[in-house]
C-alpha cells in the first residue's frame, strides 16, 4: 500500500512562488510515475504535471515554463514548483501515482494512489 501526503499549499498573490511537495511511504518509489493534478471549484480534475521513472517531464500547456516538477527519490518525494503563478491556478493539488507507466497518464483514472490533496490560493 503507498500513501502520499503532500504539503506546501498556501496563500500568494498573482505572480508568485509556492512549491508543494508531496511524500510517498512504500517501497519502490523510484519505478512509480508521479504527478500532480488540481481541481478548482466547480470544475473537473485536471492533470498539470508528471515525472516518469527515468525522470522524462510531461505538463499542461497552461503551465509549460512557469511550473516544474522534480522528484528525490532517495526521499520519495516529488515537487511542484509553481512560479509566475495566476489566479486562474487556484485549486486544490493532489498528488498521484502509478507503478510503471501510462500513456494515459493524463486522465486521473489511471492513477491507483492519491494524495488528500493541498490548497493553492492565488490572489489577485
Known amino acids: 500500500q503507498v500513501q502520499l501526503v503532500e504539503s506546501g499549499g498556501g496563500v500568494v498573490q498573482a505572480g508568485g512562488s509556492l512549491r508543494l511537495s508531496c511524500v510517498a511511504s512504500?517501497?519502490?518509489?523510484?519505478?512509480?510515475?508521479m504527478s500532480w493534478f488540481r481541481q478548482a471549484p466547480g470544475k473537473d480534475r485536471e492533470f498539470v504535471a508528471g515525472?516518469?521513472?527515468?525522470?522524462?517531464?510531461y505538463y499542461l500547456d497552461s503551465v509549460m515554463g512557469r511550473f516544474t516538477i522534480s522528484r528525490d527519490n532517495a526521499k520519495n518525494t516529488v515537487y511542484l514548483q509553481m512560479n509566475s503563478l495566476r489566479p486562474e491556478d487556484m485549486a486544490d493539488y493532489f498528488c498521484?501515482?502509478?507503478?510503471?507507466?501510462?500513456?494515459?497518464?493524463?486522465?486521473?483514472?489511471?492513477?491507483?494512489?492519491w494524495g488528500q490533496g493541498t490548497q493553492v490560493t492565488v490572489s489577485s
Open positions: 498521484a501515482a502509478l507503478f510503471g507507466f501510462s500513456e494515459n497518464y493524463n486522465r486521473d483514472i489511471d492513477y491507483n494512489y
Open positions: 512504500g517501497r519502490d518509489f523510484s519505478r512509480m510515475m
Open positions: 515525472i516518469d521513472s527515468a525522470s522524462v517531464t
